[in-house]
């Protein structure tokens, strides 16, 4: 063995896998938590009882039922997409500038659900104005929906989730969020007919979102067994 081999050994590079390039989800998250609470809070700013309620106060508090309806539709939805959100981001484990984009475009549509709930509380129960109120607020809720379900679309197919993540999990995120694009479509028809039972069905859709995942899920860094189950 000559005293050149060895040199030559050292300008050898290690073999390495192709690099993963992203942004981190911190800020993103933040951002996110942000729009969600700052659009659950504008809800509420809407309900509120004119200066000439007080020769009947109860009765004009019972008048803002559809305000009431409205408040809790929202507020179910909003929270359901954020559990969605939060369940995509625990999965995250770094963002491209696509999904960024898409982010924001969800964003957009939950900072504007305030609008069409109001909407919705002032026209209800003037016929026509509450069809076109209802589908306006079915609509915004539709394409809300939708726009979550891309996000996480979007993150899996461009392996932007973690790597150890099991097909099974997957597959129960995928699931979890494909039903509601359907519902919204067949409640947006039936409020053409029947608003408050469409604004209603909104609410179920919400409910169905908000129950819990399967304990498929894992907590983030958390590492997978063969079988695809959190290791304990």
């Known amino acids: 063995m000559t005293d050149e081999e060895p040199a030559a050994e050292d300008d050898e590079e290690p073999e390495s896998g192709p690099v993963r390039r992203g ?10 938590d942000g729009v969600f609470a700052i659009a659950i809070t504008l809800l509420v700013l809407d309900i509120a009882v004119p200066a000439s309620a ?25 929270g359901a997409i954020w559990l969605g959100h939060t369940a995509i981001t625990d999965y995250l484990e770094r963002a491209d500038l696509g999904f960024v984009r898409l982010n924001l475009l969800l964003l957009l549509f939950v900072a504007f659900l305030p609008f069409p709930t ?13 069809r076109v109120a209802v589908t306006v607020y079915g609509v915004s809720l539709l394409l809300t929906s939708l726009l979550l379900q891309a996000l996480w679309l979007y993150a899996a197919r ?6 150890d993540l099991a097909d099974a999990e997957i597959e129960l995120v995928t699931r979890r969020l494909t039903p509601g694009a359907g519902g919204y479509v067949v409640l947006i028809i039936a409020g053409l007919f029947i608003p408050v039972i469409a604004v209603i069905g909104f609410l179920g859709i919400a409910l169905y979102y908000i129950v ?16 695809g189950r959190p290791q304990r």
């Not at 109001?118 to 509450?130: Q, S, V």
């Open 158 to 163: 461009h392996r932007l989730v973690q790597p």
């Open 23 to 32: 942004r981190r989800t911190g800020r993103l998250e933040a951002l996110s």
């Open 54 to 78: 007080e020769e009947n106060l109860l009765g004009s508090i019972g008048h803002l039922w559809p305000s009431y309806l409205g408040y809790v539709v929202s507020v179910a939805t909003i």
């Open 212 to 227: 819990p995942f399967r304990p498929l899920r894992r907590r983030r860094g958390q590492p997978l067994s063969r079988g």
């Open 118 to 130: 109001r909407l919705f509380a002032e026209f209800i129960g003037k016929n026509n104005p509450e």
